[in-house]
Protein backbone atom coordinates (compact mmCIF):
# COMPACT_ATOMS: atom_id res chain seq x y z
CA UNK A 1 0.00 0.00 0.00
CA UNK A 2 1.69 3.53 -1.20
CA UNK A 3 1.64 5.83 1.99
CA UNK A 4 3.03 9.84 1.51
CA UNK A 5 2.82 11.55 5.04
CA UNK A 6 3.51 14.63 5.08
CA UNK A 7 4.78 16.82 8.07
CA UNK A 8 6.76 19.71 9.21
CA UNK A 9 3.96 22.64 8.50
CA UNK A 10 2.95 25.52 10.50
CA UNK A 11 3.05 29.19 11.41
CA UNK A 12 5.92 31.36 10.57
CA UNK A 13 6.25 34.99 10.23
CA UNK A 14 7.05 36.41 6.71
CA UNK A 15 10.67 35.95 5.96
CA UNK A 16 10.98 32.83 7.90
CA UNK A 17 11.64 29.60 6.89
CA UNK A 18 10.24 25.97 7.69
CA UNK A 19 11.35 22.41 6.23
CA UNK A 20 8.48 20.02 5.07
CA UNK A 21 8.99 16.28 5.19
CA UNK A 22 7.57 13.86 3.65
CA UNK A 23 7.92 10.06 4.47
CA UNK A 24 6.69 7.14 1.63
CA UNK A 25 6.20 4.04 1.68
CA UNK A 26 6.98 3.07 -2.31
CA UNK A 27 8.59 0.09 -3.48
CA UNK A 28 11.47 0.74 -4.54
CA UNK A 29 11.71 4.27 -3.72
CA UNK A 30 14.04 5.23 -6.03
CA UNK A 31 11.48 4.23 -8.95
CA UNK A 32 9.50 6.78 -7.78
CA UNK A 33 10.30 10.80 -9.02
CA UNK A 34 8.99 12.93 -6.11
CA UNK A 35 7.47 16.31 -5.83
CA UNK A 36 5.65 18.82 -3.96
CA UNK A 37 2.28 20.50 -4.75
CA UNK A 38 0.50 23.07 -2.94
CA UNK A 39 -3.47 24.67 -2.51
CA UNK A 40 -4.06 28.21 -0.98
CA UNK A 41 -7.48 28.94 0.04
CA UNK A 42 -9.97 29.45 -3.30
CA UNK A 43 -7.36 28.47 -5.65
CA UNK A 44 -6.50 24.88 -7.55
CA UNK A 45 -3.66 22.79 -6.61
CA UNK A 46 -0.23 23.86 -8.18
CA UNK A 47 2.97 22.32 -9.09
CA UNK A 48 5.53 23.70 -6.49
CA UNK A 49 8.73 21.69 -7.00
CA UNK A 50 10.16 18.54 -7.93
CA UNK A 51 13.02 15.80 -8.08
CA UNK A 52 14.28 13.07 -10.24
CA UNK A 53 14.38 9.64 -8.42
CA UNK A 54 18.75 9.99 -8.24
CA UNK A 55 18.29 13.44 -7.40
CA UNK A 56 19.85 14.30 -10.56
CA UNK A 57 17.09 17.17 -11.22
CA UNK A 58 15.29 19.48 -9.60
CA UNK A 59 12.36 21.75 -10.74
CA UNK A 60 10.84 24.80 -9.51
CA UNK A 61 8.22 26.76 -10.10
CA UNK A 62 8.94 30.93 -10.88
CA UNK A 63 7.29 32.16 -8.03
CA UNK A 64 9.59 29.67 -5.72
CA UNK A 65 13.06 29.32 -7.15
CA UNK A 66 15.79 30.32 -4.68
CA UNK A 67 13.98 30.13 -1.89
CA UNK A 68 12.50 26.88 -1.83
CA UNK A 69 14.51 23.63 -2.24
CA UNK A 70 13.44 20.02 -2.93
CA UNK A 71 16.07 16.79 -1.68
CA UNK A 72 16.06 13.31 -0.90
CA UNK A 73 17.18 10.51 1.11
CA UNK A 74 16.47 7.34 -0.44
CA UNK A 75 17.90 5.16 2.15
CA UNK A 76 15.33 7.02 4.43
CA UNK A 77 12.96 7.08 1.68
CA UNK A 78 11.93 10.66 2.82
CA UNK A 79 11.80 13.63 0.62
CA UNK A 80 12.31 17.02 2.10
CA UNK A 81 10.88 20.69 0.93
CA UNK A 82 13.54 23.86 2.34
CA UNK A 83 11.54 26.61 2.18
CA UNK A 84 13.28 30.05 3.47
CA UNK A 85 12.16 34.14 2.99
CA UNK A 86 8.93 32.73 3.51
CA UNK A 87 5.78 35.36 2.11
CA UNK A 88 2.31 35.40 2.85
CA UNK A 89 1.38 34.65 -0.64
CA UNK A 90 3.37 30.84 0.28
CA UNK A 91 0.25 30.48 2.76
CA UNK A 92 -1.30 26.70 1.49
CA UNK A 93 -1.91 23.07 2.37
CA UNK A 94 1.23 21.54 0.83
CA UNK A 95 1.04 18.13 -0.44
CA UNK A 96 3.90 15.74 -1.46
CA UNK A 97 3.36 13.71 -4.51
CA UNK A 98 5.27 10.47 -6.38
CA UNK A 99 4.80 9.43 -9.81
CA UNK A 100 7.27 7.03 -12.18
CA UNK A 101 6.92 9.67 -14.64
CA UNK A 102 9.05 12.84 -14.88
CA UNK A 103 6.36 14.82 -16.90
CA UNK A 104 3.46 13.86 -14.27
CA UNK A 105 5.29 14.16 -11.37
CA UNK A 106 5.14 17.94 -12.46
CA UNK A 107 1.31 17.99 -13.64
CA UNK A 108 -0.61 14.99 -12.67
CA UNK A 109 1.17 12.43 -9.94
CA UNK A 110 -0.35 9.15 -9.53
CA UNK A 111 0.04 9.09 -5.72
CA UNK A 112 -0.80 12.05 -3.10
CA UNK A 113 -0.29 12.22 0.82
CA UNK A 114 -2.96 14.16 2.88
CA UNK A 115 -0.90 17.68 3.45
CA UNK A 116 0.38 19.94 5.92
CA UNK A 117 -0.79 23.22 6.39
CA UNK A 118 1.94 25.93 6.14
CA UNK A 119 0.74 29.57 7.16
CA UNK A 120 2.92 32.49 6.52
CA UNK A 121 1.88 35.85 8.41
CA UNK A 122 2.48 38.82 7.60
Known amino acids: QVRLVESGGGLVQAGGSLRLSCAAS????????MGWFRQAPGKEREFVAA????????YYTESVRGRFTISRDNVKQMVFLEMNSLKPEDTAVYYC???????????????WGQGTHVTVSS
Open 26 to 33: LRPFNNYH
Open 51 to 58: ITWNSGLT
Open 97 to 111: AADVSRVNIQQAPGY
